[in-house]
T-cell receptor, first 117, second 114 residues
Framework: NAGVTQTPKFQVLKTGQSMTLQCAQDMNHNSMYWYRQDPGMGLRLIYYSASEGTTDKGEVPNGYNVSRLNKREFSLRLESAAPSQTSVYFC????????????????FGDGTRLSIL | AQKVTQAQTEISVVEKEDVTLDCVYETRDTTYYLFWYKQPPSGELVFLIRRNSFDEQNEISGRYSWNFQKSTSSFNFTITASQVVDSAVYFCALSEWNFNKFYFGSGTKLNVKP
């Protein structure tokens, strides 16, 4: 069972470079999420997609863009990377649909460790 | 305002001790859900439990138990007879039915020493 797959697992970028983090789920889930995890701050929501074709900002969206390519895939793009975006990024999915789906647990990928020099 | 507070940053116990991880949440919704996740040193996030706001019955699963009290807006997690394999960061999370968003606490790092 693949679940939620994130690529790449590790990446080092220089300030100003761009990059897209990929995420795919094979559980036929409607909702997908991108979080960043920083020491002492838990997980903070960057963007989420409550259903195919929709995306919404989370708590910390600045500097990021997302694309819900289809039901399976949800990508996160850094257009001009900054050292403050050094973090571990997690993608997650859940069965929740539309605006009402918070009752379903999220399933997480293994994370992408991103360092920006 | 922070929706989920885990005031214990780090806890260290000796194997076989019982330990309780605290979680306090804040919401105006009457329908909401609470979750606990475990993040072992390997880094993945593992779902442990979900409770809804209408079910205050405590739950036990093996050595794990959860105490949900709406009166104090708390959803505490107890590990009985802790083991070294319980060493991890534990996150409490809240979701509000109408918004399909999840709010995570900052996590509690549990160190279980042999």
């Amino acid at each position: 069972n693949a679940g939620v797959t994130q690529t790449p697992k590790f990446q080092v970028l220089k300030t100003g470079q761009s990059m897209t983090l990929q995420c795919a789920q094979d559980m036929n889930h409607n909702s997908m999420y991108w979080y960043r995890q920083d020491p002492g701050m838990g997980l903070r929501l960057i963007y989420y997609s409550a259903s195919e074709g929709t995306t919404d900002k989370g708590e910390v969206p600045n500097g990021y863009n997302v694309s819900r390519l289809n039901k399976r895939e949800f990508s996160l793009r850094l257009e001009s990377a900054a050292p403050s975006q050094t973090s571990v990024y997690f993608c997650a999915s859940s069965e929740g649909f539309g605006g009402r789906g918070g009752n379903q647990p999220q399933h997480f990928g293994d994370g992408t460790r991103l360092s920006i020099l | 305002a922070q929706k989920v507070t885990q005031a214990q940053t780090e806890i260290s116990v000796v194997e076989k001790e019982d330990v309780t991880l605290d979680c306090v949440y804040e919401t105006r919704d009457t329908t909401y859900y609470l979750f606990w996740y475990k993040q072992p040193p390997s880094g993945e996030l593992v779902f442990l439990i979900r409770r809804n706001s209408f079910d205050e019955q405590n739950e036990i699963s093996g050595r794990y138990s959860w105490n949900f009290q709406k009166s104090t807006s708390s959803f505490n997690f107890t590990i009985t007879a802790s083991q070294v394999v319980d060493s991890a960061v534990y996150f409490c999370a809240l979701s509000e039915w109408n918004f399909n968003k999840f709010y995570f606490g900052s996590g509690t790092k549990l160190n279980v020493k042999p």
